[in-house]
Structure formats: C-alpha cells, structure tokens
C-alpha cells in the first residue's frame, strides 16, 4: 500500500477526503432546506432573513457559525442587544443558576430576588441626577411596549396629548412608537430637525446648523401661530441609530435640555440601542452631561434576553395600578443576563474601551474613504458606526452641506444657505489672524479676494476648491495667529461637507445608493462579515460589533468591509474604484475570523 506524505495510506486519505466533501454536502441540504422552509412558512413581514440567508447553529463572542459550516464575523449584534456578544460567559453562568435555583421563572410583576439584583445595579449606572429619585417600569419584552409606557407616562403626568420626535427618528413598530419615528403618516407628533452634518437640512452642517435646528424648536414651541400645541414630552435619540448612525451634537442636546426643562416639557431619551456602552459612555445621554426625565431601555439590559423598561423622575410617577401591564414583564431569565451583563460592562470598563476602539476604527474607515469616492461620509460615536454610500456618478447639489432627503436641483447653494453676509465674516475672521501654511498656499489668493469670488464661482470652482484643499489640511489648534482665526477657521470648517473636506470637486453629498449598500451587505457576507443597513434611503452600513471585539477582530472586520465596498462599487458602476493603497490595510481576514 502506497503511504501518503503524512503518514497515512493514499485509500485512507482519499476516503478521508471523500467523507469530509459529503458531509459537506449534507450540511450545506440541511441550510438550504431550512431556509426553504422558511421562505414558504414564515410571514412576509420578516427583514434580517431576507438580506442574510444563514442559519445560525453556533456561535460565541463575535462569531457565528452557521448550519453549513460557514463561519461569521456578527457585526449586527441582535441589532446591538448582545453588548458582550453571544453566549458570554458570565451571561450562561447566570442564566444556569436561575435555572439550577428552581426559582420560578415567570412571576408577572412580583417581588424576586433576581429582579431586586437587576434594579439594584441599573440604578447604578444611571446617570447622576436620576438614580437618586427615579422610579422604574417593567414593561413588555420588547423597546417598542417602553417608548409607548414612555409616552403614555408624559401624557399622564402633563395632561397634554402632542409629542414633540424628530425627523430619522426610530422608536419601534407599535403604534405610538411608529408615530414618533421618522416614517410615521397619521400622526400626532410634531417632527422636528435632527441635526447632522453630512445631510444637514439647512445646508451648512457643523455647529451652525445644530444651531439653526435648535433655534426652529424653539420657534415652533413658542410661535402660538405655528400649529403646534404645547406637547406632552419630547422624544430623541442621542443617536439616531436606524436613521443613519447620526450622533446628537453635544452642545444640542444640553440645548434640548434647557428648552424642554424652560417649558415643562418631559425630556424622553430613547437609549433602546445606545444603551449599556454602546457609544463610549454607559448611557450616550452622559456624552453631553444631560439628565434627562425618562429614559427608555431595552436591547443590552437584558444580556442577550428580552427585557425593556422606563426610568424616570418620581414626580412623574402618576400611574394608576394597571395603567400599563404586560404579562412578560417579569422575565426572570433576562433579569439575571441583564444584571450581569451590566455589571460586567461596569466593572471593566467596556464603555471607554468602546469609546477608544471606537475611535480608531472611524479614523481608519476614514482614511479609507479618502480613497474610495462611492463613500460619503463616516460617522458614529463608540461602537456604533455607519458608512454612507453614495451614487459617484449622481451631481451634488450645493457648497458646505446637506441636500436633504426633498432638496430639489438648484438647491443648497452657498449664497442660500450661507449667505454672503455670514461668509464674509467668516472669512474675514480666519484671514485676520492667520499665519497661512503651506497647506493654505493655493488657497490664499481666494482668502484675499474673499467671499465674492467663491460665492460666484460654483462648489467645483478652483477657488473654492483651493480653500477647502487648505482647510482639509488644517487642524483648528494649528492655524497661527490670534483668536479671530480660530474662530474663522472653526466656522468655515463646520460649514463644510465631510465630501467637501475630501474632495473639493464635490463639495456637497451625492445621492444616496441604496442598490450599492445592498451590494456592499452581499459582498460582506461573502467574505463572512454580517452588518446591517439603515439610514433615510437604507444606504448606510451599520457595525454594531459587541463591546469584547479584539483588536485583531477589528481589523479584520474593517479588512473584509473595505474589501466588500471595493468588489461592489467596482460591479456597480462598471468600473473600479478602488482605496489608494496608502490608505488600504491587507491581511489574511479568513484567520481572524475566531
């Protein structure tokens, strides 16, 4: 008998290899059965299925294992409920030991010891000004029973009926959770401008137009003639999480704060998904210093298990018993998950870790966009993180901002929304104190000349393109000169698109490519990275990877997605359009895949 290299017969080693391809072959029947299965059984209203076609069987951590043997980078999370990712350890030890306990496991509203645990560390982690003298709801499984607690609560405390929500909004499904998000058409809320740079609605983004949207929610509740009656509460995401991955500024949300709290409004932070340190801090509300009058949790709190409930100030405590019950608001199993996960979280220090492999994925996702045009803008805050594609052959439509969802073709104009007046000062102000870099070389002949020249030319004009160039380059704390060029410089900047910054021939946002995010989720799933979509048009990808991801893990969750938008944009438009290898890291992604 002939003996193979290593060891074994030749016979021994094609029946080897015979029965590894027939295994294969089996299972790969077995997930496509299922899957059939569930094509001609299951209601059309499914959504994950129908864009991941995988049959989960294990997995731990980060990854996945699916049915076929295929294996999986899970940058979806159970759509950010699972902060620790699947089956953690310390969640399994808990849940065994309610189950080992004998303790009941379904006591609707009672008094438990694991419930006391639960509450006992969530008020722990709540943001100062509110564990003090907070009261707590246990409400049905799901987010979307603790908005409506939520909004039923304000109603009941105000006696008023109208909520103020903002545009992108998301807050669930059920009926008043669905009036206050974004795609809501019978409504009793009144839609306010979420601020956000890359689409800003007043076409100038940054800090002017946080201000700008602070100042037209001001106006309608204090305009008698604008239509609005004075609301029960006002809803908002710190970010809008299906809306786009669009982070809150700080700076709008303490405005928020104070509007609400000059008016008596309830102030109601949705932190379904922001929750349990998603975002660099325990609760995103903390990012701006805020305490808000109700907070709404659900997804993390439960370590992997449904749970959802409402905190908020004892004064607004005004229920009757039953104004708001659920028969499964008392899951024993999620409570004990949730407390560990939550202490876990806390003890070491998850949030920061977030905040700071956060940070430093954004900065590499960014540098990849210098290189890729089919990718708008990058954003998010912590672990939760979007990636705005866009349609390179559309035209944008305007100088420093946002189209917006309805901006129809001659609009968002730099003579619109800056006005010459604002621009020039502007200008002025940098020009004043500026000690001009060599990164403001080409670009200081239009700082001279001033605000005519870039208002006359278009956003592709060589002026305004030499002042963006230099502006791109430049960093607020190393602009020489006095304070006037500072401040200049920061007004200039903030007016700036994040497409501008980069390209200076396409100094606002291209439309939207939905088809191509869709591609660039396929392509993900081919090289075994799982993410989800979302924003206005469903044209950003989203990476909601667990609070535990290595190192090693996120970069090969950026290697396999710079990899997939690349294949896509390449198939999209005909033609490649690759990263600039500078801005590109390779490595073999199928070995950290663990």
């Known amino acids: 008998m002939v003996e193979s290299a290593r060891g074994g017969s030749t016979s021994e080693g094609t029946a080897g290899r015979s029965a590894v391809g027939e295994a294969s072959v089996t299972a790969r029947a077995a997930h496509e059965g299922i899957l059939r299965r569930q094509a001609a059984r299951e209601s059309a209203a499914r959504t994950y299925a129908r864009a991941l076609p995988i049959v989960p069987v294990r997995a731990r951590g980060l990854t996945i294992e699916g049915a076929d043997g295929r294996r999986y980078l899970d940058c979806l999370s159970g759509a950010g409920t699972l902060a620790l990712g699947h089956n953690h350890p310390v969640v399994l030890d808990a849940i065994r030991k309610v189950l080992d306990s004998g303790a009941p ?4 509203d009672l008094a438990t010891p694991v419930k006391d645990a639960f509450i006992t560390e969530l008020f722990q982690t709540l943001p100062p000004g509110l564990a003090d003298r907070a009261r707590v709801q246990f409400c049905g499984p799901a987010g979307t029973d603790a908005v409506e607690a939520a909004l039923k609560l304000a109603r009941a405390a105000t006696g008023r009926s109208s909520i103020l929500a903002f545009t992108g909004a998301y807050h669930g ?18 839609r306010l401008p979420f601020p956000q740079d890359y689409r800003c609605p007043f076409g100038v983004g940054g800090p002017r137009g946080a201000e700008l949207a602070a100042r037209w929610s001001e106006s309608v509740l204090d305009d008698p003639k604008s239509g609005v009656p004075h609301p029960a509460g006002m809803i908002l995401e710190p970010v809008e999480g299906e ?4 982070p809150a500024p700080d700076a709008w949300m303490r405005r928020m704060r104070q509007i609400t709290a000059d008016r008596s409004i309830p102030l109601i932070a949705d932190e379904v998904q922001t929750g349990v340190g998603r975002t660099g801090a325990f609760w995103a509300v903390e990012h701006s210093g805020i305490t808000p009058d109700v907070m709404v949790l659900s997804k993390a709190i439960g370590g992997s298990l449904p749970l959802a409930v409402v905190v908020y100030r004892d004064d607004l405590d005004v ?3 039953g104004a708001h019950a659920g028969t499964f608001r008392g899951n024993q199993l999620a409570m004990a998950a949730g407390t560990a996960t939550l202490a876990y979280v806390r003890e070491n220090g998850l949030a920061e870790r977030a905040a700071a492999l956060g940070s430093r994925m954004l900065d590499q996702l960014r540098a990849l966009a210098r290189g890729l045009p089919c990718i708008g803008d990058v954003r998010g805050r912590g672990l939760m993180i979007g990636v705005e594609l866009v349609d390179v052959e559309g035209d944008g439509l305007g100088f420093g901002g946002g189209v917006g969802d309805s901006a129809g073709p001659g609009r968002g104009t730099g003579e619109t929304y800056w006005g010459p007046d604002a621009l020039d000062r502007d200008l002025d102000a940098l020009h004043r104190g500026l000690d001009v870099p060599d990164a403001l070389d080409r670009g200081s002949d239009a700082l001279v000349r ?9 956003a592709r004009g060589r002026e305004s393109g030499a002042l963006v160039r230099g502006l791109a380059g430049l960093d607020p704390a190393g602009v020489g000169g006095g304070p006037d060029a500072s401040v200049g410089f920061r007004r200039l900047s903030g007016g ?6 980069r390209d200076p021939e396409a100094s606002s946002p291209r439309p939207a490519a939905p088809e191509l995010a869709a591609a660039v989720q396929r392509e993900c799933l081919r090289r075994g990275l799982i993410v989800e979509l979302g924003g206005r ?3 950003v990808v989203r990476l909601l990877p667990p609070l535990t991801i290595s190192d090693e893990q996120a970069s090969a969750v950026l290697d396999r997605l710079a990899d997939a938008v690349e294949a896509a944009s390449h198939d999209y438009t005909g033609r490649p359009h690759g990263p600039d290898p500078r801005h590109r890291r390779r490595g073999d992604c199928a070995e950290r895949a663990g």
């Open 450 to 458: 001033g605000p005519g020249a870039l208002l006359r030319e278009s």
């Open 243 to 246: 809306g786009g991955v669009i």
């Open 105 to 108: 496991l379904h006591v609707l």
């Open 496 to 501: 700036l698109s994040p497409a501008a910054m």
């Open 319 to 321: 229920w009757e018993p």
């Open 173 to 190: 499904m059920t009926a008043g959770a669905l009036e206050a998000s974004g795609d809501a058409s019978d409504v009793r809320v009144a």
């Open 537 to 539: 048009h469903s044209s």
